[in-house]
């Protein structure tokens, strides 16, 4: 895309789509990556001949745009489309951990089920424990840890299901975190960004950084994942996660196609010259 960008950036996209009450409002803050020419709505008067972008093109993100007087938007995936593509459970048969247990649970029951499983050792010497997260949730929001069931988790759970189902997945050590970016344009032309290191805090975004290598299993991710959305219609840009984990022993594995997010990211900036 080229000229002026006014972007909204709606960081509670996954709240909007989820149907959730009351995001927990973030800092905005404007990605790196951001075009000399780009702009943030509300930073200055609206410029009527830029293209308003947003972060994640809700209803409600180009609703603001519109009663923000930007009169050029681009074509944009519906919004049954953008939620399927958002969601855990549409990649959860393509987790990595799924041979450990990660499983998708849409009741209390099943998730009960779940979490009553032994859960893998963990070379940290940490209790085992399971992660559940919910369909749409992003910065470590929407998740909780359990290492038994109990009233709160039960509470917990059924207030949680009430936005989709759970995904389920064993905690594990984590050694290092990486991801692989596209944008996949209305055509079906796919641009491909560099896959990045980049460093995670409390399950937050920090920081990224090219990487020198690219990551064999994180294409094979990609790949899958492209041909996925595509299928679905989605059309926009793409980050997929990974990470390298370390199990009881110390033995390092590679979990490529941990988190799949169908908007735009703050790592976008290492994988692309120009963000598309």
């Excluded at 855990?88 to 048969?93: H, I, K, N, Q, S």
């Excluded at 988790?153 to 189902?165: E, M």
């Excluded at 090219?210 to 959305?229: F, N, S, T």
């Excluded at 219609?233 to 979990?255: E, I, Q, R, S, T």
């Amino acid at each position: 895309m080229t000229g002026s960008r006014l972007w909204l950036l709606n960081f509670e996209a996954e709240a909007e789509l989820a149907g959730a009450p009351g995001p927990t409002p973030r800092d905005i803050v404007a990605p790196s990556w951001m075009g000399g020419r780009d702009r943030v709505l509300g930073e200055s008067p609206t410029d009527p001949h830029a293209v308003g972008v947003a972060w994640c093109p809700t209803p409600g993100a180009l609703a603001r745009l519109t009663d923000e007087g930007v009169q050029h938007l681009p074509p944009t995936p519906g919004l049954a489309v953008l939620k399927a593509a958002n969601a855990r459970e549409t990649f959860a048969d393509l987790h990595p951990l799924g041979s450990l247990g990660a499983v998708v649970a849409e009741t209390s029951v099943e998730v009960e089920r779940a979490v009553a499983r032994a859960a893998p050792a963990r070379h940290s010497g940490r209790k085992p424990a399971w992660l559940l997260r919910r369909s749409l949730s992003a910065a470590g929001q929407g998740r909780l840890i359990v290492e038994v069931w109990s009233d709160d988790v039960a509470t917990w759970v059924n207030r949680a299901l009430r936005l989709g189902p759970l995904h389920v997945m064993p905690l594990v050590d984590i050694d290092g975190e990486f991801s692989g970016h596209a944008f996949l344009h209305r055509s079906g032309e796919v641009e491909l960004g560099h896959h990045v290191d980049q460093v995670v805090r409390g399950a937050a975004w920090s920081s990224a950084t090219r990487r020198e290598q690219a990551v064999p299993e994180l294409r094979r991710a990609l790949d899958a994942v492209i041909k996925r959305l595509q299928g679905m219609g989605y059309f926009g840009p793409l980050g997929v996660d990974g990470f390298v984990w370390l199990d009881g022993a110390g033995a390092k594995h590679v979990a490529a196609g941990t988190d799949v997010n169908a908007r735009y990211t703050m790592s976008m900036g290492a994988a692309f010259d120009t963000v598309p």
